[in-house]
């Protein structure tokens, strides 16, 4: 571990300004990833500026939709009564991430910025293309069990490890962030990113901005929602596959479907074209089989992960059928 400074702000602009004046610096606040990434090596930041003092902890009702700060620590985000009541499909995804330890210190924000677990990105003396731009990818030929099989690149097969943010992708979330140059939003399905050529970059935020919330627009999937994660243990353990469902039911037909997969991209999956099948049908195993076949359109393994083709449709159609009782 190298050495480094520290700095506490205590306000959005003291923070984006003195990252500005410490471009190789870095925010932390549960730092539940980063101190593990600065451990091995693998991250270095010559200084860290402490956010955890700013007011961006609230998780609030509008007009629009839920408001989550981000810092809003992940378990009080799933003991909140109003995410239990009218976001359930977050709070069965934040349920199911890490340990309860981890969730007391994990932050919204840090969840989004959480870096992939493949194991050679870990590693320094492997190459790989995201750790170490050109250097090659340590998982292509290697041991890919816990690996892509939508999106990838032949620079890197990674995943993105959130459940979280696979919840937050179903649901049309909104990223708030600040910046140099003031405050924008992204989509959340916009936020990551996929490999391409450039797998060091794991998200759209531009240089020196600072993720400060999370919006959650108004919705009806208060009832048939539920959160599959396929994994090693039951507890403490990044998902094999992961898929988030919730349907909109009138009686059996299906008036609206959100669906996204998690261990399958660097990205959070969204299935959009299963979502337009299942719009106006029935809520029949025989819908989410097809559904799931759409679903799994252009999938491609990588050898250790193949079992993950046949595992992914079997996960979307358990995932649909749990969410319709
Ligand atoms: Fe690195 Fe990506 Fe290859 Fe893993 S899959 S070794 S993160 S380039």
Not at 142 to 164: E, L, Q
């Amino acid at each position: 571990m190298i050495n480094f400074e520290y700095t506490r702000v205590s306000s959005v602009k003291a923070a984006v300004d003195t990252l500005a004046k410490n471009p190789t610096g870095g925010f932390i606040a549960g730092g539940t990833n980063l101190i593990d990434l600065m451990k091995k090596g693998v991250t270095t930041p010559t200084r860290l500026i402490d956010i955890n003092n700013l007011p961006l902890k609230d998780i609030e009702e509008t007009i629009a939709g839920l408001k989550i700060g981000a810092l809003a620590i992940n378990s009080e985000v799933s003991q909140n009564e109003i995410v239990k009541e009218k976001y359930p499909l977050l709070m069965m995804a934040l349920k199911a991430g890490a340990s309860a330890q981890l969730r007391n210190m994990a932050t919204v924000g840090g969840n989004m910025m959480q870096r992939t677990r493949c194991t050679y990105f870990y590693d320094i003396a492997m190459p790989c293309n995201k750790r170490q731009p050109g250097s090659g990818c340590g998982a292509f030929q290697g041991y890919n069990r816990m690996h892509a099989i939508f999106g990838a690149s032949n620079k890197c097969i990674a995943v993105h490890p959130s459940d979280m943010c696979v919840a937050l992708a179903a649901l049309n979330a909104t990223v708030t962030v600040s910046g140099p140059k003031g405050e924008r939003k992204i989509l959340f399905t916009d936020f990551h990113r996929l490999p391409g050529d450039n797998p060091e970059k794991d998200n759209t935020l531009l240089k020196g901005e600072l993720i400060t919330g999370v919006t959650i627009p108004k919705n009806n999937f208060t009832k048939n929602v539920y959160y599959l994660k396929i994994r090693d243990r039951a507890s403490y353990a990044f998902a094999l596959i992961s898929v988030a469902a919730a349907l909109e039911l009138n009686g059996n037909t299906i008036k609206a479907a959100r669906l996204a997969m998690g261990g399958v991209a660097h990205k959070p999956w969204r299935l959009t074209e299963a979502e337009k099948f299942l719009t106006g049908k029935t809520a029949t195993k025989e819908n989410f089989t097809k559904a799931a076949e759409l679903a799994m359109k252009g999938a491609k393994a990588y050898g250790h992960n193949d079992f993950k083709l046949k595992m992914g449709p079997i996960a979307i159609v358990e995932a649909l059928m749990k969410a319709a009782q």
